[in-house]
DNA sequence: CCTTTAAATGTTAACGTTTTCATCATAAAG
DNA sequence: CTTTATGATGAAAACGTTAACATTTAAAGG
């Protein structure tokens, strides 16, 4: 393998200036350096990273560390977020990636290998591995769940603001009766999500009834059986804003399995606008909420607090909205007109 | 931060003794050993991993690269790769996560960087980096698509033995008019599930019928119109076999976009068991083809050949099986019994 | 032309490990 | 008791870079 030193004496200088050269020092001739870059790159010179670590203690990796990577359905998440890191981060960057709860993964966790960590959380689970983080010095951003600590920097979707467009929108279309099937309990989206819900059903003069809240857990299957709760009211809902997509998925198939149609019977809305929803039948009603912007955003941030290490940790929120598809419709019990 | 040396000060030895002790030499007394390892683990001690690189030229890092990371729909694959992957891989290794066309991604292959390299492929546009990959040394398997060439160690899934399947499954049922909706073209997975289609028609005594073979790309809308074709034939067919999942979800928006009931009018397989084919509506009968499964295997196939570098090359074929749901049924056409 | 200053290059040490080779005990063998 | 082997430790070099400091070369000023 081909070192610095090898270039130098093909090129007749030390091997300090041919460092200089090839990174780009102000302090070298111009004719100097193309000479220089002409060899490395006719030698086939790759740097060696270990070696250029080990002086500048750097690690030149940062590490994307995913909460459940275990789980199954959230996957697109990790192609999401990578695609948004990706977008943003500087090429000779390695990432890696790791499930937080991997056996090893606190271990790791040391400022020589890490120049700084992306932490995408769904849970406050992630606490303990988030705080970890924290003492080791890392710079380091959560992404994807709101944090309460301000002393953490965080980007995520503003979960309330999205939750109140879909009781918006369901207002709207004429609705009164407007059910949530809830996220996983404790979650910080899931109470952000019903927040916003109720914001919107109250500034429609609607008062919230407590039938009309049922839990789920982001699951398929827990949209699955939360729906058909839903169906079994004396009373059912016209419109029902699921926590996320998953669930709505799954309360679309007790639907199915029921009879009841979509959204001639009942309309649904979901949460997070996954490829799916675009092909389920009907289309899913949902709102966006961009994991790759959420990623991009937040790799943004790292590389800034990589850079000014004692920079002001910031919320960072990002807007979610509605796009309208074929799963809301106008309350049958309304009428057209 | 802490080096070894300052773990022989405090205890009394050069600090070629506490590499030697922690790293399990034999020719460390056992009391020796003791002492130093619960001094470093007092002490907090963790390896500078660029040094130890640097003098035992390895990487500590094997990289996942993918292709078409930019892309949709096969995103739940890569959540699925890493899993797989994690099982094997000794927990002190980092894994990076690149797609092979991120810019610098070529550059980046060297043997410095990487001790082994996972290739996930979709496509044959893949080769050129594969064939970089071979040149530079580093041990390398390619994942997922199987390769023509047998001196690249390969884990693929058995796509003709799956499309065998599927057909196999069609046929069983009474079917007589099979179509297929074949995968992206030139794509060794498309020709390989459409031998095994046809192996399984010929075997129940059907002729391929040439209007029955609609080219798709993979994509969901690739589907949709790919079925709308199959719709507007003077003779349609009774059951389909498409390609993907994804395909197979397009075609069934097709159906129902034009009232055709499944599988009441109309039988769909698909291909994958990607987590929504639980949850279409109905249903989806798949072949199932576990990721998970083929990184696993890749993985310890890899490791195989870091470990003893002139190991023969082999292709490893995973078999793929049906799994029933409910969008395949009897014609009509052949009635009940 | 000589001095001063700035620009370009070179020397050497460091980064934190492992490894080769030498040294020193200690125990076994005579 | 010596010698010899062996088991445990240490000293020094090496890995490929960058960085601090020293030196040379070239340009400018008088």
Same sequence: chains 1, 2.
Avoid: W
């Amino acid at each position: 393998m081909i070192t610095i030193k090898d270039i130098a004496r093909a090129a007749g200088v030390s091997h300090t200036t041919v460092s200089r050269a090839l990174n780009g020092s102000s302090l070298i001739k111009p004719g100097t350096r193309e000479r220089i870059e002409k060899i490395a790159s006719d030698m086939n010179y790759v740097p060696n990273y270990s070696a250029k670590n080990l002086v500048t203690r750097k690690s030149n990796t940062i590490g994307l560390f995913f909460s459940s990577i275990e789980q199954g359905t959230s996957s697109s998440f990790l192609a999401e977020a990578l695609k948004g890191i990706r977008r943003e981060l500087d090429k000779n960057y390695m990432l890696t990636v790791s499930g937080i709860d991997d056996p090893g993964s606190l271990g790791s966790v040391n400022p020589r290998r890490y120049d700084g960590i992306l932490v995408m959380s769904q849970s406050e689970l992630d606490n303990g591995f988030i705080y970890h983080v924290r003492a080791s010095g890392i710079p380091l951003v959560v992404l994807n769940r709101q944090l309460d600590d301000p002393s953490i920097p965080n980007v995520a979707s503003d979960d309330r603001v999205g939750g109140r467009a879909a009781a918006d929108h369901a207002c709207e279309q004429g609705h009164r009766r407007i059910a949530i099937i809830e996220g996983k309990p404790g979650f910080k989206s899931s109470s952000e999500r019903r927040s916003g819900y109720m914001d919107g059903l109250i500034a429609h003069g609607l008062s919230p009834n407590p039938n009309y809240f049922v839990q789920g857990d982001y699951s398929i299957e827990s949209g699955y059986s939360a729906m058909n709760r839903l169906l079994d009211l004396p009373q059912r809902p016209t419109a029902v804003f699921c926590g996320n997509d998953d669930m709505a998925i799954g309360a679309m198939n007790a639907c199915f399995d029921r009879g009841v149609s979509i959204p001639g019977d009942i309309s649904l809305i979901g949460f997070d606008d996954m490829v799916f929803a675009r092909y389920t039948n009907p289309p899913l009603t949902t709102i966006r909420k961009s994991v790759a912007e959420i990623a991009e955003e937040g790799t943004k941030l790292l590389l800034r607090h990589m850079e000014h290490p004692d920079l002001k940790p910031v919320q960072h929120l990002l807007g979610s909205r509605l796009v309208r598809r074929r799963s809301v419709a106008e309350p049958a019990d309304t009428g057209g007109s």
